[in-house]
């Protein structure tokens, strides 16, 4: 069972992605809900939003917890709160994964783009639809994180550990590659 992480934002698309890969989803709405899922999703919305709905609920140390035991998979707002480091401004996170992330770093709103990159994983590569809104850029990759793949020059999927990241919303393409590859965290 994979958790969506319910707080805030379209997370109803990953729970769409995951039924059409056979498998069972649920939206987490309180931290007592981590303990019936084996990985959470953490989806794209506004990280500001997100980090004050995790204030008042006390999320934070549950899912560092969670993330500590289970594999964890933020797209856009999910990645900026389980950064490192943030910028453009700077904010708190979960600190996860070994990147610093810049908000809004490929534009405003008005700068969302769909393009094609290059995902690599399984010793293979392949191209892959990306869509980006408002999305926050990767500026550095620490050395033990592994990029899995690449638009425009710049790394924008990444994996350290059971944390998976992408500053893009494969959730918001026909392409079920990411998300297979999430279950298939899960299953190691």
């Given at each position: 069972?994979?958790?969506?992480?319910?707080?805030?934002?379209?997370?109803?698309?990953?729970?769409?992605?995951?039924?059409?890969?056979?498998?069972?989803?649920?939206?987490?709405?309180?931290?007592?809900?981590?303990?019936?899922?084996?990985?959470?999703?953490?989806?794209?919305?506004?990280?500001?939003?997100?980090?004050?709905?995790?204030?008042?609920?006390?999320?934070?140390?549950?899912?560092?917890?969670?993330?500590?035991?289970?594999?964890?998979?933020?797209t856009?707002?999910?990645?900026?709160?389980?950064?490192?480091?943030?910028?453009?401004p700077?904010?708190?996170?979960?600190?996860?994964?070994?990147?610093?992330?810049?908000?809004?770093?490929?534009?405003?709103?008005?700068?969302?783009?769909?393009g094609?990159?290059?995902?690599?994983?399984?010793?293979?590569?392949?191209?892959?639809p990306?869509?980006?809104?408002?999305a926050?850029?990767?500026?550095?990759v620490?050395?033990?994180?592994?990029?899995?793949?690449?638009?425009?020059?710049?790394?924008?999927?990444?994996?350290?550990?059971?944390?998976?990241?992408?500053?893009?919303?494969?959730?918001?393409?026909?392409?079920?590659g990411?998300?297979?590859?999430?279950?298939?965290?899960?299953?190691?």
């Open positions: 069972m994979i958790g969506l992480l319910g707080l805030q934002g379209d997370y109803a698309a990953h729970g769409r992605m995951l039924e059409a890969l056979g498998v069972e989803s649920r939206v987490v709405k309180k931290p007592e809900q981590l303990a019936e899922i084996d990985g959470l999703i953490f989806p794209g919305g506004e990280s500001t939003t997100l980090i004050k709905l995790m204030d008042s609920w006390d999320w934070w140390a549950p899912l560092e917890g969670f993330a500590a035991a289970k594999p964890v998979f933020g856009c707002a999910g990645m900026i709160l389980l950064a490192k480091s943030v910028s453009n700077p904010q708190k996170s979960l600190a996860l994964i070994d990147i610093d992330v810049e908000r809004n770093g490929y534009g405003r709103q008005i700068d969302s783009f769909e094609t990159g290059s995902f690599g994983v399984n010793g293979q590569t392949r191209e892959l990306m869509v980006f809104i408002r926050p850029r990767i500026s550095r620490g050395a033990g994180v592994e990029a899995l793949a690449e638009c425009r020059g710049d790394v924008v999927m990444a994996r350290q550990g059971n944390v998976l990241v992408a500053s893009f919303h494969p959730e918001l393409t026909d392409d079920l990411v998300h297979r590859y999430f279950v298939e965290m899960i299953g190691q």
